[in-house]
């Protein structure tokens, strides 16, 4: 991983922090990460973490690429691609 991901990674954590219950899961995060089955986050709350992340990078995510959403490599994937549009 080249060191603009890991700090995408980081920035993500930080995002992400707010909305799971288990924080120890935080520290653990890798691209392979599944936002609700590892993370335990519910619909209501990814929604808020995509708001979030449209917020933070300045970015419009659509339904389909907010559907894709699942995972960290997915979110890094539509951020990474948004922001070269």
Not at 44 to 53: F, M, S
Not at 68 to 80: P, Q, T
Request: charged residues 35%; aromatic residues 4%.
């Amino acid at each position: 991983m080249n060191t603009n991901q890991d700090n995408r990674i980081e920035e993500l954590k930080e995002i992400i922090k707010p909305y799971i219950q288990n924080q120890e899961a935080i520290e653990t995060i890798t691209e392979e990460t599944d936002f609700i089955k590892d993370l335990q986050i519910n619909s209501a709350n990814l929604v808020d973490i995509v708001l979030d992340i449209e917020e933070k990078y300045e970015i419009v995510i659509d339904n389909p690429s907010m559907e894709r959403m699942i995972n960290v490599k997915a979110a890094l994937e539509i951020i990474d691609a948004k922001l070269n549009e």
